[in-house]
């Protein structure tokens, strides 16, 4: 057993590197930090502190990330252009986020605030890519999609509608795309907002933004998300460090795992179309919001 100063308990260290394993591996594949799932697993799991658990987990994002992003940059999956006008408005988002987190925390609401937003966002966000995978799977298109390396061009949600204004816009070479160029900001500082306080990257949420309102292809999103991710979750983390929200001893424990994971994560997402990526998300995004749901109706009395 390992004592963690700050989260002020003893943890088995083989289990928070299994974790961060499991988690970094579905990070690489899907384009996401694994915030939305490391944070409930460590305290779910683990028992970590809520406030130690977001701190801890954006510190780890930070080196996630990275592997994860420099695999699929390899890969040709980044759009550095698009990540540079995120990233535009994430890094404000973080700042804002941490303070909200701060407000929460001295008032002894953060554990069941944050698991409140989680439930709510990881529900829309199952639901809306559930029925998109499903809906292109039944009209055969999976393995259009597959075939292209999940660079089709996506033909649901707002994307298509963007990419016809020419007013203010800007064409993104490597999707292959032209939109609005204030939009891609204004969705980085709302994802960072929400990052700093949930303790993520914010990839669970701006992966199906990209897809869904932009229309960028599916490993373009997952690809250039990890880039950005790794300044934005860099910018909360030093946030949070100063507040006393990070445990470094959890965080190398975490990083064992992860880091590998990310990499292998990468690869897998060869062998899976675009639709697949979709689907799979959803659904993992859909089982974790059951358990912390579950959780939540625990907490607050009503199950």
């Known amino acids: 057993m390992v004592y963690l100063p700050i989260a002020n308990i003893e943890v088995n260290p083989f289990l928070v590197i299994g974790i961060g394993l499991i988690v970094g591996f579905l990070a690489g594949l899907f384009g996401v930090g694994g915030g939305f799932l490391m944070t409930p697993l460590l305290n779910l799991v683990v028992g970590i502190p809520m406030n130690v658990a977001v701190g801890s987990d954006l510190n780890q994002i930070v080196a996630t990330a990275s592997s994860g992003a420099y695999a699929h940059r390899k890969l040709g999956n980044v759009d550095v252009k698009l990540a540079g006008f995120i990233l535009a408005g994430s890094i404000l988002g973080t700042q ?56 089709e061009k ?70 250039t998300d990890l880039f950005q991710m790794v300044f934005t979750a860099a910018a909360g983390t030093i946030a949070h460090a100063l507040h ?34 979709r689907l799979l998300f959803g659904l993992l995004v859909f089982i974790v919001m059951l358990r912390l749901l579950v959780n939540l109706l625990k907490m607050t009395g009503h199950l």
């Open 244 to 277: 006393g929200n990070v445990d470094f001893y959890l965080v190398l424990m975490i990083l064992t795992g992860s880091t590998i994971g990310a990499q292998l994560g990468a690869r897998a997402t060869k062998k899976v179309g675009g639709v697949g990526l």
């Open 154 to 223: 996506i033909e649901t949600g707002l994307g298509p509608r963007l990419q016809k204004i020419k007013f203010m816009s800007v064409h993104l070479e490597n999707a292959d795309v032209t939109v609005p160029f204030f939009i891609p900001p204004l969705l980085g500082f709302g994802v960072g907002v929400l990052a700093a306080i949930m303790g993520v990257g914010g990839g669970f949420i701006m992966v199906p933004a990209l897809i869904y309102i932009l229309g960028i292809p599916t490993v373009v999103c997952v690809g």
């Open 96 to 151: 804002v986020g941490v303070r909200i987190m701060e407000i929460l925390k001295a008032k002894g609401m953060s554990d069941l605030v944050i698991k409140e937003i989680y439930v709510v966002m990881l529900g829309i966000i199952s639901a809306m890519m559930l029925i998109d995978s499903i809906k292109a799977i039944r009209k055969g298109k999976h393995r259009e999609e597959k075939e292209k390396g999940g660079r």
